[in-house]
């Protein structure tokens, strides 16, 4: 089964997807945010082309577990999808996913000028990978 993860920021939706075994996964794009009920629509939209089976929204948490704002904004985003899809789409911490991808891209000798802009497939990469193991 596929599973997908967004990584929803105020600007933009870092989404990536797992292979058909849920087991690896792979950065799939960028989605630039409009509003949220126009960015739950495209990724509703590649959760029918990809024929994914559940998808994986990162929340931000504070040190004692509960949503910070922008873990509420991704919460209400989740709703919005959940309104769309008919498969389930579940909450997963996203604790430093962004600063795990901006080190991977250091480790695989990126250079500092192509390292500049967004990291949000990659922190999405990361959501995932994160999730898939957790359940493997």
Known sequence: MRVLAVDHGEKRLGV????????IAN??????????????????????ERDVGLVV?????????????????????AEA????????VVMWDEAFSTQIARRARIEMGVRRAKR?????DLAATVILQS?????A
């Open 57 to 77: 929204v990162g929340q931000s948490l504070d040190d004692e577990g509960n949503p910070t704002p922008a873990g509420r904004s991704a919460a209400r985003f």
């Open 16 to 23: 990536a997807i797992s292979d058909p075994t849920g087991v």
């Open 116 to 120: 500049a802009g967004h990291l949000d």
């Open 81 to 88: 999808l959940r309104a769309l899809v008919d498969v389930p």
């Open 27 to 48: 950065p799939l794009t960028v989605i630039r945010h409009v509003r949220r009920a126009e960015d739950a629509a495209r990724v509703a939209a590649i959760v029918r």
């Open 131 to 135: 999730y898939l193991d957790a359940h």
